[in-house]
């Protein structure tokens, strides 16, 4: 297939290049655009009140590959309008540093954006984040974003696992059903880690700001959230603490129905 490759954590992410190595060697035809820098918890925001630029850069992924100094929503709609030269088949966005699972995350997250700006376009798209532990986080954050062997190792079964489920949910998803593929891997992932289909989990995730500080800003404050799902059916969230793949479809065009 030919997809158009995102992300929110931008265009250095090894996140990023892992997803799209996996792809390549699947035997897709790849285009990528990424935000120029992080642009994580943006949504679906565009650059509305200011010029974007776009640029033709090279990270060895034997592909067309661009910037964009915007969001991940700005990267595929430039894209889809001006980059690239055939229109692909699916837009594929990640994977994602930490995990996309629930309501207030979904909605949050770039990652989801960037599928849903292929969405908007009529085209399937299909969003991937991988879960991590706090220390992992904290342990890739104070190593400038390089995973040690470990978490490498996990990213390239995630890829592998995720160049393969790219292919099933396309398939399964005609042009324009508004449909995207919010898709979820566990820390501790395997090549036998097994995908179930689940619903976004429930949050209530007050207070993500600190108190004013004495020059009167408030900082951003990571919290899980408390999680208020009913025991049925299976949510994202507990499907990835039970160490399953989790794959959610978020059919757009359901809000409102009774």
């Known amino acids: ?15 990023l290049h892992e997803l799209v190595f996996a792809l ?3 035997g897709h035809a790849l285009g990528v655009v990424a935000p120029k820098t992080e642009q994580s918890w943006i949504g679906a925001a565009k650059s509305r009140m200011r010029p974007v630029r776009s640029a033709q850069v090279d990270r060895g992924f034997g592909c067309p590959t661009w910037t964009v100094d915007g969001t991940p929503s700005d990267c595929v709609n430039i894209a889809l309008a001006h980059l690239v030269r055939d229109r692909p088949d699916a837009v594929v966005s990640g994977m994602n540093v930490g995990l996309n699972a629930s309501l207030a995350f979904i909605l949050a997250s ?8 292929g969405v908007l376009h ?3 798209g299909v969003a991937f984040s991988q879960d991590l532990s706090f220390e992992t986080y904290d342990h890739l954050k104070d190593r400038g974003g390089q995973p040690d062997d470990d978490l490498r190792a996990t990213l390239k079964v995630s890829a592998r696992h995720a160049a393969r489920l790219v292919g099933e949910c396309v398939a399964d998803t005609p042009p324009q059903r508004f449909i995207v593929h919010n ?3 566990p820390s501790s992932v395997h090549s ?11 949050l209530v995730i007050p207070g993500l700001f600190s108190p004013a500080q004495d020059d009167g800003t408030h900082r951003f404050v990571f919290s899980l959230g408390q999680d208020c799902s009913p025991l049925a059916p299976l949510t994202d969230r507990a499907a990835l603490a039970q160490g399953f793949i989790s794959h959610s479809v978020l059919d757009y065009t359901r809000l409102g129905q009774p």
């Open 110 to 117: 770039g990652t989801v954006a960037g599928a849903f700006e």
């Open 122 to 124: 009529g085209l399937p």
């Open 183 to 185: 898709i979820n891997f």
């Open 24 to 26: 390549r060697d699947a």
């Open 192 to 202: 036998s880690s097994e995908v179930r289909r689940t619903v976004p989990a429930r």
């Open 1 to 15: 297939m030919r997809l158009l490759v995102t992300n929110d954590d931008g265009i250095d992410c090894v996140f």
